[in-house]
């Protein structure tokens, strides 16, 4: 029987903790994108969307639909672990562009109760690493895409 090695660096099981790191972010980001998602006809003419809001000179409902692509549906496919770099490709520009240029560079703000990090930056960071490790063996795309060798 294999002991739980608590100081070594060997993964335990890495393909269970990218299943759930995919599964729990994925569904925190799934929320965020349904809720835009159900009130889109409200979001649409929110000055928010209309004024602060540009992406290649389109503002309002462009930008709005593009985000919730992101958010809601290329979670989905997060949670799948279905065309995972092709969506953690489009999550990471939505994040991005949200760091960037919606609330520029700011990784950490002081807030009413103390400080806090930019949710976008750290979204951002994880889909970046996910983005390199992969999906792993419990994910769509390995049963997909899984060469026979």
Request: charged share 15%; aromatic share 20%; hydrophobic share 55%.
């Amino acid at each position: 029987m294999n002991k739980l090695q608590l100081f070594s660096e060997k993964p335990i099981n890495m393909d269970l903790g990218l299943l759930l790191i995919r599964v729990i972010i994925g569904t925190l980001m799934a929320f965020i994108g349904y809720e835009k998602l159900i009130h889109f006809d409200e979001l649409v003419v929110d000055e928010f969307w209309a004024k602060n809001v540009s992406f290649l000179g389109m503002t309002g409902g462009v930008p709005l639909f593009l985000t919730i692509f992101a958010e809601f549906f290329c979670s989905l496919f997060l949670i799948l672990g279905l065309f995972t770099r092709f969506s953690l490709f489009v999550l990471m520009f939505c994040m991005g562009y949200i760091f960037m240029v919606i609330f520029p560079m700011s990784i950490v703000d002081k807030g009413e109760n103390g400080y806090h990090f930019n949710d976008a930056f750290v979204y951002f960071i994880i889909y970046l690493g996910l983005f390199f490790t992969g999906p792993g063996k419990y994910s769509l795309d390995k049963k997909l895409f899984q060469k026979n060798a």
